[in-house]
């Protein structure tokens, strides 16, 4: 009997650690592929999608994913299914209207994050968009009352130093550079869309926690109050755009696997991060950093400079050294969805 138990426990650790390396196989692929895809998709030649519509459509299929994960959870009873889905959103409104704040948030984070791949070459962006580390551990302390260790005060410390010498530095994309691209703009979009990052994902934390509603129906009143905003803020920002080449002015296959991404990428993480560890996702995180660097070399003439080099080594460096610390101390930040 001993000797089966063994067994089954040696098979289980193997099981284990196949998913740990998959798991950062995953995370690594969605970091880097991700951003590159942003990037080249909004600086190619041809028709240009509008980036609203394509947050729009994001949602809906993010909304769709849920659903079905929803459904698989309940036993794939259709009844089941729905009754779930009316009593947790229609018996509660209050509770989903909840949901509003940062479904509203993740909404113009998204908008933002088209702002930023494409007015800032990709490598400039992933680094830049690692200050969500920053703006979720601060939101963390201030509005769940976390505890931050001396490292991790240090290593958020190294991180703003990481972005700001890359910030500074004069790199450039020699094939996708354009009179229309400010860095500025880039920035500032990027650096908003960090907060609203934080901000959304430490209230969606507390959400999760003060109730027993699974992440997956949560992510379905998400995506139900995303989806009429999302649709309004492509009409207002973009009416005109839309009334002459049609919602789907520009899209292609391309654009379609971008959208995807964007609204699977986050929920596949979601189903693999419980696999990793602290280090691990700091491990994944900064492999997909210098893969994004490097692909961009290729694809974009990207040229690295000294100081960008020791800017991305900062924030790389940053990232092991806040997630080193174990468990207990360390506490966990939200995983945005």
């Known amino acids: 009997m001993s000797q089966m138990t063994s067994d089954t426990e040696m098979k289980k650790e193997g099981v284990n650690q196949n998913l740990k390396y998959m798991s950062l196989v995953t995370l690594t692929a969605q970091n880097a592929l991700l951003g590159l895809s942003m990037r080249y998709a909004r600086t190619r030649d041809g028709d240009m999608f509008i980036s609203t519509t394509a947050v729009f459509f994001a ?15 309940e036993g794939r009873s259709v009844s089941r299914w729905w009754t779930s889905l009316h009593s947790t959103i229609v018996l509660q409104p209050m509770d989903t209207l909840k ?29 830049t968009y690692q200050l969500k580390i920053l703006t979720t551990a601060m939101f963390a302390v201030t509005m769940l009352g976390k505890k931050l260790i001396p490292s991790q005060w240090f290593s958020l410390v190294v991180l703003i130093s990481g972005v700001a010498l890359v910030q500074l530095s004069d790199v450039k994309e020699s094939k996708s550079a354009g009179p229309d691209q400010s860095k500025l703009v880039g920035f500032s979009a990027a650096l908003t869309a960090c907060c609203l990052s934080g901000f959304a994902g430490v209230y969606f934390e507390k959400i999760l926690k003060g109730s027993d509603v699974s992440v997956w129906m949560r992510n379905v009143q998400l995506s139900l109050l995303s989806i009429p905003l999302g649709l309004v803020t492509a009409l207002v920002k973009d009416g005109s755009a839309i009334s002459d080449g049609g919602f789907l002015f520009g899209y292609d296959s391309f654009v379609w696997f971008t959208v995807a991404q964007n609204a699977l990428g986050g ?32 694809l974009f003439d990207f040229s690295v400079s000294l100081q960008f080099a020791l800017g991305g080594l900062c924030v790389i460096s940053s990232i092991f050294l806040y997630g080193w610390q174990p468990q207990s101390k360390a506490g966990t930040l939200p995983q945005k969805i």
């Open 59 to 73: 949602e809906t299929l993010k909304l769709l994913t849920c659903l079905l994960l929803v459904f698989n959870a």
């Open 99 to 127: 949901v509003c704040v940062p479904s509203f948030v993740y909404l113009i984070q998204n908008n933002l994050l088209y702002v930023a791949a494409s007015n800032l070459d990709v490598a400039t962006y992933q680094i």
């Open 267 to 298: 929920l596949l993480v979601a189903v693999v991060v419980k696999y990793a560890d602290n280090i691990l996702k700091g491990f994944a995180c900064s492999l997909a950093i210098i893969i994004t660097c490097i692909a961009s070399i290729f």
